[in-house]
């Protein structure tokens, strides 16, 4: 069974600009997640989907930040424009169907953002 | 708000010695816990959980310890081996906020593994 994947592992662009993050989870998978870890910083919680429902979004650091997940697939993350700060590894989870808090979260291997 | 901390940012162990790796929370709600292994270039990936309802629970090679009273948490490392080096986060995954699923991850321990 294919894991979490996410694209691309490392991007590199300019304040400024925009960039797109996608992660793919485990197939049937409804619960999706994004986290990021900035530079010497634990790991934060941005945002949980349901198929294609935000069902909490606390985490988002501001309105740069836009999550989608059509179809309740594969899920994207833009962030324009981007800023220094925004610099940092973007994890992406998954985990099965269910109300259950402890259903494991599956991780992908993340997407290593540079903003210069 | 809430956090979860570790007391030790690395530590560093001789092949085939127990490892020991210390994490305290604050928020005591919190009733389930995980450690997670992150090796370069990967994703965190699971070790162990546990409940709030145990205070002790065991792996392969692995046992976490929950002290409710201190809220403090713990994973031990059998004979650690040098695939064993890796970055270990805690977990939590407690009550409150607007999603019970979100995860709180404390900062991290670099467990270096000496052959």
């Known amino acids: 069974e294919a894991g979490v994947t996410q694209f691309p592992s490392h991007s590199v662009i300019e304040k400024g600009q925009t960039v797109t993050l996608r992660c793919d989870p485990i197939?049937?998978?409804?619960?999706l997640y994004w986290y990021r870890r900035v530079m010497g910083k634990e790991i934060k919680f941005l945002l949980h989907?349901?198929?294609?429902?935000?069902?909490?979004e606390s985490g988002m650091p501001n309105n740069r930040f836009l999550a989608e997940r059509t179809g309740g697939t594969y899920s994207t993350l833009k962030v324009q424009p981007a800023e220094l700060e925004d610099s940092g590894v973007y994890f992406c989870?998954?985990?099965?169907?269910?109300?259950?808090?402890?259903?494991?979260?599956?991780f992908g291997p993340g997407t290593r953002l540079t903003v210069l | 708000g809430e956090s979860v901390g570790l007391h030790l940012p690395t530590l560093s162990v001789q092949e085939g010695d127990n490892s020991i790796i210390n994490c305290a929370y604050s928020?005591?709600?919190?009733?389930?816990f995980i450690w997670y292994k992150q090796e370069s270039g990967k994703g965190p990936q699971f070790i162990i959980d546990?409940?709030?309802n145990m205070d002790k629970r065991q792996g392969q090679r692995v046992t976490v310890l929950l002290n409710k009273t201190v809220k403090h948490l713990s994973l031990q490392i059998a004979a650690t081996q040098p695939g064993d080096s890796a970055i270990y986060f805690c977990?939590?995954?407690?009550w409150g906020g607007g999603s019970n699923y979100k995860l709180t991850f404390g900062k991290g321990t670099l467990l270096t593994v000496n052959p």
């Open positions: 989907f349901v198929k294609e429902s935000k069902q909490d």
């Open positions: 928020n005591s709600a919190s009733d389930y």
């Open positions: 977990a939590e995954n407690g």
């Open positions: 989870a998954s985990s099965p169907r269910g109300l259950e808090r402890w259903n494991e979260q599956f």
């Open positions: 546990i409940r709030s």
């Open positions: 197939s049937g998978h409804d619960n």
